[in-house]
């Protein structure tokens, strides 16, 4: 009986070496059953390893067991029919031989997989958003607004359609106060507007704010008396003291009385001819100079009645001591008149005629004439270079 391994294919069974000599050619030239059966399992293994793809064969290297098994195996090819070899005996167990079979490749490392998303909350299906308002445009900011300027006219003036004295034509005549427009100030004449008309007038005869309201008070020492402001009551006579042959006064025949002595000091004799005159002296000596001169020579040389200062009692009238120049225009030249002009301010005394503002005062030069108005005034005057009156209180005839 042959021996059969059980479990283990036939193919596996190793075949025993043949015999050496002439028994061992005609054992296996003999086709037997096991040996058809080992012919079928060999070529149904290398089919099975000629179907495996190339790839895969190629990328991995067979054990070297299978490799010594597969060299070891004889040709599966019939070959010319030989003489069937004799049955083997029982032989000696060996180790089996497991035939090589095709490794399968490794299966591909597990790749990652991405974790389950979780259940997160729904999104909400968007909603339409309001309406942006446009970015604002950079708009140039407008210039800012100029807030006109406005002057007061100190003294009753002429503003014409050019600058300069004489040029163009007469545009207004401004009353004292009357409120402008300044356009555009100059440092001797500026352009102004008033109302719906544009003209030129002195820029040192305007103010920023009204002025003052002028002295009318008979009782005060600085009553403005002239041709067009004339003393209310026209009768008005004050309360004076005399002085020197003069009656003036208090205030007045105190300061007259200390310059007569600062003049005295300095050697200089001053004489007082007129002081206070009342509204019927007045009216009397006007008229005789209109019967002398006329009205018109009588108007520039004395004050009508109710228009003069000597009625108020501020007014004095000087002369030299040896009587020279009496009344005329020549006492300036005099050195009483001289001592005048330069000391009189000191003592609140002002000359209120002087030369070449006949135009302002109403009346000629008259270098004997002064009047007070206090030491304050007087020296403003003096420092400013004020020659009248009017012009201190900006007012014109």
Same mark, same amino acid.
Request: charged share 15%; net charge positive.
């Given at each position: 009986?042959?021996?059969?391994n059980?479990?283990i294919?036939?193919?596996?069974?190793?075949v025993?070496?043949?015999p050496s000599g002439?028994?061992?050619?005609?054992?296996?030239?003999?086709?037997?059953?096991g040996?058809l059966?080992?012919?079928?399992?060999a070529?149904?293994?290398?089919a099975a390893?000629?179907?495996?793809p190339a790839?895969?064969?190629?990328?991995v290297?067979?054990?070297?067991g299978?490799a010594?098994?597969q060299?070891?195996?004889p040709?599966?090819?019939?070959?010319?029919?030989?003489?069937?070899?004799?049955e083997p005996?029982?032989?000696?167990?060996?180790?089996?031989?497991?035939?090589?079979?095709?490794s399968?490749?490794p299966?591909p490392?597990?790749q990652?997989?991405?974790a389950p998303p979780?259940?997160?909350?729904?999104?909400?299906p968007?909603t339409?958003?309001?309406?942006?308002k446009p970015?604002p445009?950079?708009?140039?900011?407008?210039?800012?607004?100029?807030?006109?300027?406005?002057?007061?006219?100190?003294?009753p003036?002429?503003?014409?359609?050019r600058?300069?004295v004489?040029?163009?034509?007469v &545009?207004?005549?401004?009353?004292?106060?009357?409120?402008?427009q300044l356009?555009?100030?100059?440092?001797?004449?500026?352009h102004?507007?008033?109302g719906a008309?544009?003209?030129?007038?002195?820029?040192?005869g305007?103010?920023?704010s009204?002025?003052?309201?002028l002295p009318?008070n008979?009782?005060?020492?600085?009553v403005?008396v002239?041709? +067009?402001?004339?003393?209310?009551?026209? +009768?008005?006579?004050p309360k004076?003291v005399?002085?020197?042959g003069?009656?003036?006064t208090p205030?007045?025949a +105190?300061?007259?009385a200390?310059?007569?002595?600062?003049?005295a000091?300095d050697?200089?004799r #001053?004489?007082t001819?007129?002081g206070?005159?009342?509204?019927?002296?007045?009216?009397?000596?006007?008229?005789?100079y209109?019967?002398?001169y006329?009205?018109?020579?009588?108007?520039?040389?004395?004050?009508?009645p109710?228009?003069?200062?000597h009625?108020?009692?501020?007014?004095?009238d000087f002369g030299?001591?040896?009587?020279?120049?009496r009344? #005329?225009a020549?006492?300036?030249?005099t050195r009483?008149? +001289?001592?005048?002009?330069?000391n009189?301010?000191?003592?609140?005394?002002?000359?209120?005629?002087?030369?070449g503002?006949e135009? &302002?005062?109403?009346?000629?030069?008259?270098?004997?004439?002064?009047?007070?108005?206090?030491?304050?005034?007087?020296g403003?005057?003096?420092?400013q270079r004020?020659p009248?009156y009017e012009q201190h209180?900006? &007012?014109?005839p």
């Amino acid at each position: 009986m042959k021996r059969i391994n059980r479990g283990i294919p036939r193919a596996a069974v190793p075949v025993p070496g043949p015999p050496s000599g002439a028994e061992s050619d005609r054992r296996w030239a003999r086709p037997t059953p096991g040996r058809l059966l080992w012919a079928a399992v060999a070529v149904a293994a290398l089919a099975a390893q000629l179907a495996a793809p190339a790839a895969v064969a190629g990328s991995v290297d067979p054990p070297p067991g299978a490799a010594a098994t597969q060299s070891a195996a004889p040709d599966p090819t019939p070959g010319p029919p030989a003489d069937p070899a004799p049955e083997p005996t029982a032989a000696p167990s060996a180790e089996p031989v497991v035939p090589a079979v095709p490794s399968a490749a490794p299966p591909p490392a597990p790749q990652p997989t991405s974790a389950p998303p979780t259940s997160a909350a729904p999104t909400p299906p968007p909603t339409s958003a309001p309406p942006t308002k446009p970015p604002p445009t950079s708009t140039p900011k407008p210039p800012p607004v100029v807030k006109p300027v406005y002057r007061y006219v100190l003294a009753p003036a002429t503003a014409r359609s050019r600058p300069g004295v004489g040029n163009g034509v007469v &545009v207004h005549r401004l009353a004292r106060g009357a409120q402008v427009q300044l356009v555009q100030a100059g440092p001797v004449w500026s352009h102004i507007r008033s109302g719906a008309r544009h003209a030129w007038i002195r820029s040192d005869g305007m103010a920023s704010s009204r002025p003052a309201p002028l002295p009318r008070n008979p009782r005060s020492s600085f009553v403005l008396v002239n041709k +067009k402001y004339p003393l209310v009551p026209a +009768k008005y006579a004050p309360k004076t003291v005399a002085v020197a042959g003069v009656r003036l006064t208090p205030a007045a025949a +105190k300061a007259h009385a200390a310059m007569v002595k600062a003049a005295a000091r300095d050697g200089v004799r #001053l004489r007082t001819l007129s002081g206070y005159r009342s509204y019927a002296t007045q009216a009397s000596l006007f008229a005789h100079y209109q019967r002398l001169y006329g009205t018109a020579y009588a108007s520039r040389i004395s004050a009508r009645p109710g228009t003069s200062e000597h009625q108020t009692g501020l007014a004095v009238d000087f002369g030299a001591a040896n009587g020279q120049c009496r009344l #005329l225009a020549c006492f300036g030249s005099t050195r009483e008149g +001289k001592w005048l002009a330069a000391n009189a301010a000191r003592h609140g005394f002002i000359l209120r005629y002087p030369r070449g503002a006949e135009a &302002v005062t109403g009346y000629s030069y008259e270098p004997w004439h002064y009047r007070f108005v206090g030491a304050v005034t007087a020296g403003s005057m003096k420092s400013q270079r004020t020659p009248t009156y009017e012009q201190h209180l900006y &007012v014109a005839p």
